[in-house]
């Protein structure tokens, strides 16, 4: 009955507003359900693909490949399948310089690099979206910031390189020869992970995400023990148990000791019991168990 009496201007907004609301809410609902459904469906796919079986094929590799796989409890592999199912599905696998991915390629990757994340309830490598891998070593650029600040560039033949950006990058025949024998302390995807996990922390700095603050300052008195040791060793050139490239800096440190800790477990708890001890609490598994 009002509106009868409001000008036709007024009137014409009146129902423009009343319009712009219903307008406003359609909008809104069919942005939360779109929003909605953004989120659902990433994690629907997850979930189908860690439910759909593991192929017989995929374990023929892991026992090929992954040689400890088959020592491990069935417990342990059916996380670790779970663990690569998941890998396989959220990060991408880019064959370089001619390399064609198949599922060898996929599955000992993911296989080596998910070993590091048995017995937790971590995400898989949350950064990491891209694992690029060549035939063998591959050829980086490096810049280089000389003193009194001449930028030099040079190239470098590499073998593994892990970036904070959510790569990794793997030379096929590395990763194949570092498989081929799981106890010489070597292995380019162990440590290429390791350097994954350090990065989590929004650092490279050697110590990954630990959780309780009695576990950082445990860690960091054994560490840096440690490291300091292996630098005083490799400047004096010593020979030492674990590789001298780990004296490089704390980052590397940590890779290196991770490779050890998986190959060479029964070494490192006999000549670094207390680097085994905390490797062991934080890793949350006992190499030791697949030799
Ligand atoms: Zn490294």
């Not at 080596?112 to 048995?118: E, K, R």
């Not at 005083?232 to 050890?260: I, K, Q």
Request: with cysteine.
């Amino acid at each position: 009955m009002c509106l009868l009496l409001l000008t036709p201007g007024l009137l014409f907004e009146y129902q423009a507003t009343r319009l712009n609301g219903m307008g406003i809410l359609l909008v809104s609902a069919i942005t939360l359900l779109v929003t909605g459904l953004w989120a659902w469906l990433p994690k629907y796919r997850l979930r189908e693909a860690i439910r759909a079986p593991f192929p017989d094929r995929f374990v023929a590799i892991l026992e090929t490949n992954v040689p400890v796989y088959s020592k491990m409890t069935v417990e342990l592999q059916q996380q670790l399948q779970h663990l690569i199912k998941q890998f396989l599905h959220q990060k991408t696998f880019y064959g370089c310089g001619g390399l064609a991915i198949n599922d060898e390629i996929k599955v000992t990757i993911a296989g080596i690099a998910c070993l590091l994340l048995l017995n937790r309830k971590s995400h898989v490598y949350p950064q990491l979206t891209s694992v690029l891998v060549y035939p063998s070593a591959f050829v980086a650029p490096r810049t280089e910031i000389e003193p009194g600040g001449v930028v030099t560039y040079h190239e470098e033949g590499l073998l593994g390189e892990s970036w904070g950006d959510g790569r990794v990058v793997l030379a096929w025949d590395e990763v194949k020869e570092d498989a081929s024998d799981f106890s010489d302390g070597h292995n380019v995807v162990l440590h290429e992970f390791a350097h994954q996990l350090d990065d989590e922390t929004g650092s490279a700095d050697g110590v990954p995400i630990l959780g309780k603050r009695a576990s950082y300052q445990s860690w960091a008195a054994v560490f840096s023990r440690e490291y300091a040791a292996l630098q005083s060793s490799a400047f004096h050139r010593d020979e030492t148990f674990l590789d001298p490239y780990g004296a490089t800096n704390p980052a590397e440190f940590f890779a290196v000791v991770t490779e050890t800790f998986f190959e060479m477990p029964v070494e490192l708890a006999e000549h670094h019991p207390e680097l085994f001890g905390e490797l062991e609490s934080y890793y949350r598994v006992d190499p030791r168990a697949w030799q």
